[in-house]
């Protein structure tokens, strides 16, 4: 390999020079002698570039000299470091990472033997693994209730909205904040945007419900005001779903914009002022520059989402919509449903299973996803 490399360089020394009008090949024993002459021997001066390439040369014949006086290099068995010294040489960042380990062992990990109240008549005086097992009976409440259909339906496509929406408009957000020039600006947008998530989702529906109701809502006075007539929203079903998306995108995007803004403020700056050399529109840096780079943070908050995707938020569905059977039919979802049905009867076991089911079935749509994702791009997949 070295020795190819003097003979690539010795050629293109030779061009240089023969196109600059100096007579000869010089051979590679007089290529010291030729770099101690600061003239050709026409007393033309020699430039930099030939200089260059003939030190070049000079290095690659030192390592073929090398090569051939110690021989091949010798092959090192690497070993790999055992789980102790590498415990040792990391112990900065697993102290870091140390809250969060204890935060999922304690509340995800410690619990999951708990599931199997899914699989017993649960009764308080004999325990969870004392009461006595009946399989896949707690199983049956939500499959021959009639409702299952129904719920599922309203689940998934309210979920498949807060995503697929959700992401675009937070996306979208995080773009445009990041082509804010003025700073000030840009931080008072953030911290007001961001400023809903923390809002409960009570008061979030007692807002709504000063808002859009009827007698005395604020945009009915609006709407009277203007010579129209409000509709009653809490007696029309079919409002409800455009209403609850919404109130979800008021309350997410604050968050995952900042998230979005988190991963672009990370990008080599470099890129962009490049582009901008180049002459590159703002559009033309946003779609060439900034949405590539996002794409790795996009599919993989896609794929957490998609997790989730048969489970709802209970505290937005139930607050806003509460026990309003005449909106049933476009708000209920799995939570609320399970909810009602065990309000009275406490039957934790058949909540229990409900819940498993979902995050059984969640388990297997994320698996399918990553192993779509992983068939198109190995790089961008989680597992």
């Known amino acids: 390999m070295a020795s190819e490399g003097a003979r690539?360089?010795?050629?293109?020394?030779?061009?240089?020079?023969?196109?600059?009008?100096?007579?000869?090949?010089i051979p590679p024993r007089n290529y010291r002698s030729f770099l101690s002459r600061r003239t050709d021997s026409s007393g033309k001066g020699r430039g930099a570039l030939s200089v260059l390439i003939?030190?070049?040369?000079?290095?690659?014949?030192?390592?073929?000299?090398?090569?051939?006086?110690t021989g091949a290099p010798k092959v090192i068995n690497y070993r790999r470091p055992s789980l102790g010294r590498t415990l040792s040489q990391n112990r900065t960042l697993i102290l870091m990472c140390l809250p969060a380990i204890l935060f999922f062992f304690v509340f995800a990990y410690l619990p999951m033997p708990g599931a199997y109240i899914a699989f017993t008549n649960f009764q308080y005086n004999k325990g969870?693994?004392?009461?006595?097992?009946?399989?896949?009976?707690?199983?049956?409440?939500?499959?021959?209730?009639?409702?299952?259909?129904?719920?599922?339906?309203?689940?998934v496509l309210y979920n498949l909205a807060f995503i697929v929406l959700g992401n675009v408009v937070q996306l979208a957000f995080a773009v445009l904040l990041n082509e804010v020039q003025n700073k000030i600006y840009k931080k008072?947008?953030?911290?007001?945007?961001?400023?809903?998530?923390?809002?409960?989702?009570?008061?979030?529906?007692?807002?709504v419900y000063n808002l859009i109701n009827y007698d005395y809502g604020f945009i009915s006075h609006l709407v009277r005001g203007l010579g129209g007539e409000m509709p009653k929203v809490y007696q029309d079903a079919n409002a409800w779903p455009y209403i609850i998306v919404m109130v979800n995108l008021w309350k997410s995007t604050g968050y995952g914009t900042v998230v979005y803004f988190a991963a672009i403020t990370g990008?080599?700056?470099?890129?962009?002022?490049?582009?901008q050399i180049d002459g590159a529109t703002t559009w033309q840096r946003i779609r060439y520059i900034t949405l590539p780079t996002l794409k790795p943070t996009v599919i993989i908050l896609f794929l957490f989402a998609i997790g989730g995707i048969l489970k709802g938020n209970f505290g937005l569905f139930y607050n806003l919509v509460g026990n309003n059977s005449m909106l049933f039919k476009t708000t209920d979802i799995i939570e609320t449903y399970v909810y009602r049905s065990m309000m009275n009867s406490f039957n934790f076991s058949q909540s229990s299973a409900v819940g498993l089911f979902q995050s059984v079935v969640g388990f297997f749509i994320v698996l399918g996803a990553n192993a779509f994702v992983k068939h198109l791009d190995p790089d961008y997949a989680l597992f």
């Open 8 to 25: 690539t360089a010795e050629s293109r020394l030779n061009i240089y020079l023969i196109s600059k009008g100096q007579s000869g090949i």
């Open 54 to 69: 003939g030190r070049s040369v000079l290095a690659c014949e030192k390592g073929v000299s090398l090569v051939e006086k």
């Open 128 to 155: 969870i693994f004392g009461s006595d097992f009946v399989g896949l009976k707690n199983f049956q409440f939500l499959f021959i209730s009639g409702q299952l259909g129904l719920l599922l339906k309203n689940t």
């Open 188 to 207: 008072t947008a953030q911290s007001i945007m961001f400023l809903p998530y923390f809002i409960s989702d009570v008061l979030v529906s007692l807002l």
């Open 267 to 275: 990008m080599d700056a470099s890129m962009m002022e490049a582009a």
